[in-house]
């Protein structure tokens, strides 16, 4: 989807959102929230990694990301985003440079971490819209957001076997939980602040 397709799906859903649907501006929170620290994940990767092949995934992932919270922040009023926000981009930058001081290998194993959690995250959203349907431009938006997402993951995913046929060692299989663990942590936190 375009650019200006995501932008007009999220002018629609904006239309369609019920200001008391605490449910809803609560999963909207937390997408602002993610879509805000996935931006820095990839200005993280950009600001420590010299490795160009890695440069040109995350730059090409950081427009795809920007347009993610451009959506996000029409459909979501600006009372209703978190008050971390300065959390969220400091999380962000930090799960994309620690990785890059590492390498490819473990920057990629991150990213597919990442995109996995969304996945099932943006999965749960949709399943409750889809027996909701009162907001078919929002669900069409998510499910746009969703598939940007899963693109991400294979792609990184793939990249990572290509480096290393192995099973991550230790020291990557530990930071991989810390992140999963401070993604399913920063959802709670973001659906309440």
């Given amino acids: 989807m375009t650019g200006l397709e995501t932008l007009e799906l999220a002018r629609r859903s904006a239309e369609e959102i019920a200001e008391d649907d605490l449910q809803v501006l609560g999963d909207l929170r937390t997408d602002h929230a993610g879509e805000t620290g996935a931006v820095f994940i990839y200005k993280g990767i950009l600001a420590v990694s010299r490795h160009e092949p890695i ?105 990572a076997i290509e480096i290393e046929r192995a099973r991550p060692n230790m020291i990557t299989r530990l930071w991989l939980q810390i992140v999963s663990a401070g993604s399913e942590a920063a959802v709670k936190i973001a659906r309440a602040i």
Avoid at 74 to 82: A, D, F, G
Avoid at 84 to 97: D, E, M, N, S, T
Avoid at 136 to 149: F, R, V
């Fill in 55 to 159: 440069r040109r995934f995350a730059e090409e992932h950081l427009e795809t990301e920007k347009k993610h919270l451009a959506a996000i922040e029409i459909v979501l009023p600006s009372q209703h985003r978190s008050r971390l926000l300065v959390c969220w981009r400091a999380a962000g930058w930090l799960i994309g440079a620690v990785p890059a001081f590492f390498g490819p290998k473990t920057v990629y194993r991150t990213i597919d971490a990442v995109e996995t959690f969304v996945d099932r995250h943006y999965q749960e959203q949709i399943d409750l819209l889809e027996t909701k349907r009162d907001y078919p431009a929002l669900l069409a938006l998510l499910k746009s957001c969703q598939a940007d997402e899963l693109h991400h993951r294979d792609e990184a995913r793939g990249l």
